[in-house]
C-alpha cells in the first residue's frame, strides 16, 4: 500500500459512522470530519481555518508554503498533521487533495456551490454550532439529577466567604459567575490571577470562615490552576469544579466535579455549555436561601434606581 493510500485508509478510520461513504459526502463534512474530536491548540486552529478558507487552494502548497500563509513555522504544520493522526504533512496533504478536487467539481447529485470554499467556511460555522447543541445536551442529561446540584448549590450559598477561581481563559467564566452571584450572596471573592496571589487569596477565605471554592478550569489547563486547587485543598476549603469531560490531575484535586464541554471547531473555544452549567448553580444557590436571595435582590434594584445604572 503506498503512503497515499494509508493516509487516505487513515482518513477514513478516523471519520466518525460508515454511511454514507467517506467518497460521498460532502466535502466540508469529509474535511471537518478530519478536525472532529480533536483538542487543538489556537496555532493549529489557525491552520485548519486557513484549510477550510482556502482548501482547493492550500491542499496543493508545500509545507513551507503553507506555513508561510498561515505564519506559522514547519514544525508547527508537522506537529498539526500529527495531531491529527497522520504521519507528516505530507500524509495530510494526500488525504486533503482528493476533497478539495471534489470541491471544485461538485458533490455529486447536488448543485456544485459558486464558491467551495464559502460553502465549507458556511458547514464549518454550522457545525460548530452542531457541536455546542451536542455539549449542551450534555449537561441536559447531568441536571437530570436534581438532587446534586441542589446540594451543590447549598453547599457554595452556605459558604461565607465564597471564592471563585478562573485563571486564563477560565478567568471570563469565573467572572459571570461572581458577578451574578454577588446579587444573592453577600461575601463573594473573586480569583483570577495565580501564584502567590491565588494562594494568598484562599488562605483568607479560609481564615474568614470560607468552607468551599468554586472553581473553574477549561482547556487549556494551566499548570498554575493545579497548584490553586491544591493550595485550596491544603487550606482545607472543599473544591467545586466546573472543567471539560477530560480526566487529569485537576480532577483529582476536586471534591466535586461538573463537566460541560467546550466548543473546539472554531479558532478559540466556546462555553455555551459551562455558562448554562454555571447559571444552573445561581439557580440552585437562590434556591438554597430564598429569603436571603429575595432581600438581597430587592436592596439590589432599590441601589440601582437610586443610582441610575441602567437605562
Known amino acids: ?5 494509508q493516509a487516505r485508509a487513515q482518513a477514513a478510520a478516523i471519520t466518525p459512522g460508515s454511511t454514507p461513504p467517506d467518497q460521498e459526502r460532502p466535502p466540508a463534512e469529509r474535511l471537518l470530519a478530519l478536525f472532529d474530536g ?3 491548540s489556537p496555532g493549529q486552529r489557525r491552520i485548519a481555518q ?9 491542499a496543493f502548497l508545500s509545507i513551507t508554503e503553507l506555513a508561510e500563509r498561515v505564519g506559522v513555522s ?15 504533512y505530507p500524509a495530510l496533504r494526500d488525504v486533503l487533495q482528493p476533497i478539495a478536487l471534489s470541491a471544485v467539481a461538485g458533490t455529486p447529485g447536488t ?13 464549518g460555522l454550522q457545525a460548530a454550532v452542531d457541536a455546542e447543541i451536542e455539549n449542551l445536551e450534555s449537561v441536559r442529561r447531568l441536571l437530570a439529577d436534581t438532587h446534586q446540584v441542589l446540594e451543590i448549590g447549598r453547599e457554595l450559598a452556605g459558604s461565607v466567604p465564597l471564592t471563585v477561581l478562573g485563571l486564563r481563559i477560565s478567568a471570563s467564566l469565573a467572572e459571570y459567575f461572581a458577578y451574578a452571584a454577588r446579587r444573592i450572596h453577600p461575601d463573594v471573592r473573586l480569583v483570577t490571577r495565580g501564584g502567590s496571589v491565588a494562594y494568598d487569596a484562599l488562605l483568607q477565605a479560609r481564615a474568614a470562615g ?27 476549603l472543599r473544591v467545586v469544579l466546573i472543567t471539560d469531560p477530560t480526566v487529569g490531575p485537576l480532577v483529582e484535586e476536586a471534591d466535586v466535579v461538573l463537566t460541560a464541554g467546550t ?7 466556546s462555553y455555551a455549555a ?3 452549567l454555571s447559571a444552573a448553580l445561581l439557580q440552585a444557590m437562590a434556591d438554597a436561601d430564598p429569603e436571603r436571595t429575595q432581600a438581597r435582590l430587592e436592596q439590589y434594584e432599590q441601589a440601582a434606581d437610586q443610582h441610575g445604572f441602567f437605562l
Open 111 to 123: 448543485p456544485g456551490p459558486a464558491d467551495p470554499r464559502e460553502q465549507l467556511r458556511q458547514n
Open 263 to 269: 466548543g473546539s471547531r472554531l479558532v478559540f473555544d
Open 210 to 236: 470560607g468552607t468551599c471554592v468554586l472553581a473553574f478550569a477549561m482547556p487549556r489547563h494551566a499548570h498554575e490552576s493545579l497548584a490553586a486547587l491544591r493550595a485550596a485543598r491544603a487550606a482545607g
Open 274 to 276: 459551562p455558562g448554562m
Open 38 to 40: 480533536r483538542r487543538l
Open 1 to 5: 500500500m503506498s503512503s497515499g493510500q
Open 74 to 88: 514547519q514544525p508547527s504544520v508537522t506537529r498539526f498533521a500529527v495531531s491529527l493522526g497522520f504521519s507528516g
Open 50 to 58: 486557513y484549510l477550510v478558507d482556502h482548501l482547493t487552494e492550500a
